[in-house]
């Protein structure tokens, strides 16, 4: 299997916004969006970001034999810290370390892009699959919280040094 990972380019937003969908209504307790909200929103703010790029917001795409088989968005803020959002692999393609070299090509093109960056992330505590990989590639837990009753959101920070 031929597997390539890069920033998404402008014409790839439409395919980005249909994998997005997709997360969302396979995995909602995931993502912090419902499903059916978001099929009511025209244009993703995700989506102006891949048709209007800029250092600060991209999102990079996994790729087998040209198909987009996964995604992965980083944005960062004003405290020179950026954050990992919408991490997804598509189910058929989920234990083949795609994840796994998905962010890692984020991680290693914000370093790129941002030498003394912190990076975070969030996972709930009932993707499992999900934390592991993330403590693996090096990340590590900085704060837990619960909201409404919900899983435990877990916050996770990354550094270069790592």
Known sequence: MNIEYRNLLPDESKVYRKIRLESLEKFPEAFG????DALK???FRIESDIE?????RFVFGAFTNGLLVGICAFVKDEN????????YIQQDYQGKRMGQGLIEAVLNEAYKRF???EITLGVTSRNSKAYN???KIGFRDITNSTSNGSA?????KHTKNT
């Open 52 to 56: 209007h790029q800029t250092l600060e």
């Open 80 to 87: 020179n810290t950026g954050n990992i959002y919408q991490m």
């Open 33 to 36: 969006t419902a499903y059916k």
């Open 152 to 156: 435990c959101s877990i916050v996770m």
């Open 41 to 43: 929103t025209e244009k």
């Open 133 to 135: 990989l993330y403590r």
């Open 115 to 117: 030498n003394d960056i």
